[in-house]
C-alpha cells in the first residue's frame, strides 16, 4: 500500500547457521485467533509468530532471517507436504507422506483468544505405520535479541523465561535441552495414536492447568460459532474461509491487522517491504462492506465499533492506520536482520500520519451498511456526522489516496466520498440526509470537470489520464447514475490498458512494461469483478472472479501482489483486503446482477 520507504541504514546481514531455508510464500499456512497470527511452513516449522499481540516483537522470525522457530514434523525427510483447513476455521491439519508412513499434524492457535498469552495447539498423529517425528523448540523474544533463560521441568511441563516473556511446554517430557533455550527431541507415535504439545507464551508466569483436550475443545465450539455458512454463495469453500481469515485477523477491540507479518517483499530488492500488522481504517471498511453484504454477522459490529471508536477521539484528524488497541502506529524503522530473500527487515508504518481522503468515504458506506441492516448505535450516527463533517471540510484538499502516495487530487479519493455520501443518505434516516445528497452532488460536479476526460472516461487524477484500477470500485459502489456513460467506458479503458492474463495492475509505472514494474493487484481483480457485476455484465464478472481466486498457493492464501509470469504470491500475508474482496464479490456475484 505504501509508496517509496527511506534507504536501509545498516549494511548486510547474514542468516544465523540454524535458520531454515524459506520456502516461496505460496506453501505458507496460517493460524490466527484474532491477538496475533503465526506462519507454519511445508516441513511443520512454525516460523514466525509475535507474541503477545500483532505488533509485539517477534518469538519466532525464521521466515526474515532471525532465530527462533518451533519445528513438529517427520524426522524422515524423504517425504511429500500437503494439508488443509477443517471447514470453516483456521484449525490447519498439515500432512506428511514418507516411504511407509502418514502423519498428521493438527495445529491451531487457541480460541477464545487471552490478549496477553497465547496457546498454540499441536496433535501428531500416527495415520499408518508408526510415526518418526522431530520437535525443535527455539522460543527467542525481540526479533530474536533474547533467549529463554531458566529451562526447566516439573511435573512433565518445561517453562522457562526471557525478554518479558514467560513459556510453558506440556507433551514433551523426554526433550533434551541442546544449548541455551533450546529443546530438541525425537518422538514415535504408534501407529493409529497421536500425541499433543501444547505451548504458552505469555507476559507473565502462569499455573493453571494446560488441559490439551479441554484446550481443543473450546477451540473447536469457537470456531463452529466464529464463520457463518456460506453455502448459497459462489465459491462457497474459498467465501468461508476468507471470513475465517478475517476473523483469525479481528481483535477483540474489533481492529482487523491488515496481514499477519511485516517486510515480505512485493518485489526483489527493491525496498518495497512494509509492516502490515497494524489496523487500517480502509481495510477495516472493506471487511464490514464484505460481511454486511453477507448479513448482520458480528464481524460487521466489531469493524464498525473500532471505526466509531477512532472517530469520535481523533474526529477529521483521523489516522489511516492503528494499532489494534487504537494507539499511534510507530514511525518505520528498520531491522539488523537479513530479511526474507529479496527484502528488508522494517517495523512500524510512516503511513499512520497521512491524510487519505478515501477512508472517509469507505467509513461512510460502512455506516449506510450497518444502518441498512439496523446494527448503527447512537455512537455511530454521531461518528457518521463526523465523518460528513470531514468529507465537508476536506475533500478539495490533496491527499495520498488508496496507494499512499504523494499529496495529489487523486480521483479515486473523490468519487468513494461520493458513494459513500450517497449510500449514508439512502440507508440513514436523518434530517441531514438531503444535505448529503447535495454534497455528493457538489464534489461529483468538480470532480467530473477535473477530472473525466474527453474520451469520457475517468483519469487517475486531474492532471494524470493513465488508468487507475482503484477506480473501479466506487463504480461498483454506485457513486454515478447508472445511465452515466462513464462507468463502463472507465472499466473498459482499465480492462485494455492494466490487465494481463487475466489479472490487473493498479496503474501504469512509466514507460515500464506492467509485469516488471510490480506485481497483480490481487484486490484489483476482485474490484473490476464487483464492478462487471455492476455493470450487468455477469460473465465479465465471473471471469474475472475465478481468475483472481486462482491465485493463491495450496493453504489459500492471498498476498497483496501477484508475479503472473513465475505463478508466485508478492507481499505479506494474508493479505485482509483481498480476502474480504474475495468475500464480498462471492457474495454480489451469487445475487441479482447490478445489485
Do not use: K
Not at 1 to 17: I, K, L, Q
Not at 194 to 203: F, H, K, N, S, Y
Amino acid at each position: 500500500m505504501n509508496g517509496t520507504p527511506p534507504g536501509r541504514p545498516y549494511g548486510p546481514v547474514s542468516p544465523a547457521a540454524d535458520v531454515s531455508s524459506p520456502w516461496t510464500l505460496r506453501e505458507y499456512a496460517f493460524l490466527g485467533d484474532g491477538e496475533r497470527g503465526a506462519l507454519v511452513g511445508p516441513r511443520g516449522e512454525i516460523v514466525w509468530l509475535c507474541a503477545p499481540r500483532w505488533n509485539s516483537d517477534a518469538v519466532f522470525s525464521t521466515l526474515i532471517g532471525g532465530p527462533g522457530e518451533y519445528l513438529l514434523g517427520p524426522a524422515d525427510h524423504w517425504n511429500v507436504w500437503g494439508g488443509f483447513y477443517e471447514e470453516g476455521s483456521l484449525i490447519h491439519v498439515g500432512r506428511w507422506i514418507t516411504g511407509d508412513t502418514v502423519i498428521e499434524c493438527r495445529e491451531a492457535l487457541a480460541a477464545p483468544a487471552d490478549p496477553d498469552r497465547l496457546i498454540l495447539l499441536r496433535r501428531i498423529r500416527a495415520v499408518r505405520g508408526d510415526a518418526g517425528v522431530r520437535l525443535r523448540l527455539d522460543v527467542r523474544p525481540g526479533f530474536g535479541a533474547h533467549t529463554m533463560t531458566g529451562l526447566r521441568q516439573e511435573g512433565g511441563t518445561w517453562s522457562a523465561h526471557g525478554g518479558g516473556l514467560h513459556l510453558r511446554l506440556v507433551g514433551a517430557a523426554g526433550a533434551t535441552p541442546r544449548r541455551p533455550g533450546v529443546l530438541e527431541a525425537r518422538l514415535t507415535v504408534a501407529a493409529g495414536e497421536a500425541r499433543d504439545l501444547v505451548l504458552e507464551i505469555g507476559t507473565g508466569a502462569r499455573t493453571g492447568e494446560l488441559d490439551p483436550r479441554r484446550l481443543w475443545q473450546a477451540t473447536e465450539r469457537y470456531w463452529a460459532g466464529a464463520v457463518p455458512d456460506c453455502s448459497e454463495l459462489a465459491a462457497p469453500r474459498d467465501a468461508r474461509h476468507a471470513y475465517a481469515i478475517l476473523r483469525g485477523l479481528t481483535s477483540a477491540s474489533g481492529a482487523m491487522v491488515a496481514a499477519a507479518t511485516t517486510s515480505l517483499p512485493e518485489r526483489a530488492n527493491t525496498a518495497r517491504n512494509y509492516d502490515y500488522r497494524f489496523a487500517w481504517i480502509r481495510d477495516q471498511c472493506y471487511a464490514g462492506l464484505a460481511v454486511a453484504a453477507h448479513g448482520p454477522h458480528p464481524l460487521l459490529d466489531a469493524g464498525v465499533g473500532f471505526v466509531t471508536e477512532r472517530l469520535l477521539a481523533d474526529g477529521g484528524h483521523l489516522r489511516p492506520a492503528y494499532t489494534v488497541e487504537g494507539d499511534t502506529v510507530a514511525e518505520e524503522t528498520s531491522l539488523p536482520l537479513p530479511g526474507y530473500p529479496g527484502g528488508t527487515d522494517r517495523v512500524g508504518n510512516r503511513a499512520g500520519r497521512q491524510f487519505q481522503l478515501d477512508s472517509f468515504g469507505e467509513i461512510l458506506q460502512l455506516y449506510a451498511a450497518a444502518a441498512r441492516l439496523d446494527r448503527l448505535d447512537t455512537d455511530g450516527r454521531r461518528a457518521l456526522g463526523v465523518a460528513v463533517e470531514a468529507v465537508a471540510r476536506d475533500w478539495p484538499r490533496p491527499d495520498a489516496g488508496l496507494w499512499e502516495l504523494e499529496n495529489h487530487w487523486w480521483t479515486h479519493s473523490r468519487l468513494c466520498a461520493v458513494a459513500g455520501l450517497r449510500a449514508a443518505a439512502r440507508e440513514v434516516r436523518d434530517p441531514a440526509a438531503r444535505d448529503w445528497d447535495d454534497l455528493a452532488d457538489t464534489i461529483l460536479r468538480e470532480t467530473r470537470r477535473r477530472c473525466l476526460t474527453r474520451q469520457g472516461h475517468w483519469s487517475r487524477a486531474e492532471d494524470d489520464e493513465g488508468p487507475e484500477a482503484a477506480l473501479l470500485l466506487p463504480l461498483a459502489r454506485g457513486c454515478l447514475p447508472p445511465d452515466d456513460p462513464s462507468g463502463p467506458l472507465t472499466r473498459r479503458f482499465v480492462e485494455a490498458r492494466l490487465s494481463e492474463d487475466g489479472y490487473l495492475y493498479r496503474f501504469g509505472h512509466g514507460d515500464q512494461p506492467l509485469g516488471e514494474a510490480e506485481g497483480a493487484f490481487l484486490l484489483c481483480g476482485f474490484m473490476m469483478a464487483l464492478a462487471a457485476h455492476h455493470q450487468r455484465d455477469a460473465v465479465s464478472a465471473f471471469r474475472w472472479f475465478e481468475r483472481t481466486r486462482a491465485a493463491c498457493g495450496p493453504p489459500g492464501l492471498f498476498a497483496e501482489e501477484y508475479d503472473i509470469r513465475q505463478r508466485q504470491l508478492r507481499g505479506n500475508l494474508p493479505q485482509a483486503f483481498v480476502h474480504a474482496q474475495l468475500l464480498e464479490a462471492a457474495v454480489r456475484l451469487s445475487g441479482d446482477p447490478g445489485a
